[in-house]
Structures are given as C-alpha cells and as structure tokens.
C-alpha cells in the first residue's frame, strides 16, 4: 500500500482546510487509517482515525468539534477537513495505514504499518 497525502497549504487562523489522503494497493478497504501531525521539533501525535468500514472516528481533544475524518471507499481516500484552524495547529500532516487497531491503539503510531509522506500546513495568526 502507498500513501500520497496532499492538500495543505499557508492559511489563517479560522480557515479551513482539507487534507486528503490517496492509496494504491488492493486492501485498502480492510485498513484502518489515521492522521497524524508533527509540529517543528516535537514528536509526531495522532490526531484523528477511522475504522476500515467508517463505522469508528476517534480524534485527539484539541481537534474535537473542529476536524472530521472519512474515507471514501470508492476512491480509496481518506479525508481530514480541518475547520476553524488555529496556529496551534501548524504541523506536517500524516496519513497513515494499519490493521487491527482498535479505540485503546489507534493512538500509537507503532501500530500503523504504511506512512504517507506527509503535507505542511501552516496557520497564522
């Protein structure tokens, strides 16, 4: 499985943005994909995942109410739209892949087997 990640880009503190997160491979559908982010000289946390059916979100509690994952089957793509942004969240952003995750791991980016290379997203205040 690849990951292309694309979409960020230099905004304003309460814009919005839409990451979105391309796969080629054949199971995609059966995988669990997350979304990370890694700000300048801090390590890379976990922002948002989604079950491989759609059925399971999980995010990180300063993006609750602000992002919304989702995958789109058909495309094999997975979607982070980030609303009402704040400076706090510039970072590289990370789409990742795995299986077998589930609420208690879908945190740890160790669980995750496919990485994307990542899209800059820059918010100023």
């Known amino acids: 499985v690849q990951l292309q990640a694309s979409g960020g880009g230099v905004v304003q503190a309460g814009d919005s943005l839409r990451l979105s997160c391309a796969a080629s491979g054949l199971t995609f559908n059966s995988l669990h994909m997350g979304w990370f982010r890694q700000a300048p000289g801090k390590e890379r946390l976990f922002v948002a995942g989604i079950r491989w059916n759609g059925g399971n979100l999980y995010y990180t509690d300063s993006v609750k109410g602000r992002f919304t994952v989702s995958r789109d089957r058909a495309k094999s793509t997975v979607y982070l739209q980030m609303n009402s942004l704040k400076p706090e969240d510039t970072a590289v952003y990370y789409c990742?892949?795995?299986?077998?995750?589930?609420?208690?791991?879908?945190?740890?980016?160790?669980?995750?087997?496919?990485w994307g290379q990542g899209t800059e997203v820059t918010v100023s205040s």
């Open positions: 990742a892949a795995g299986w077998g995750l589930i609420a208690s791991t879908v945190h740890d980016r160790d669980r995750y087997s496919y």
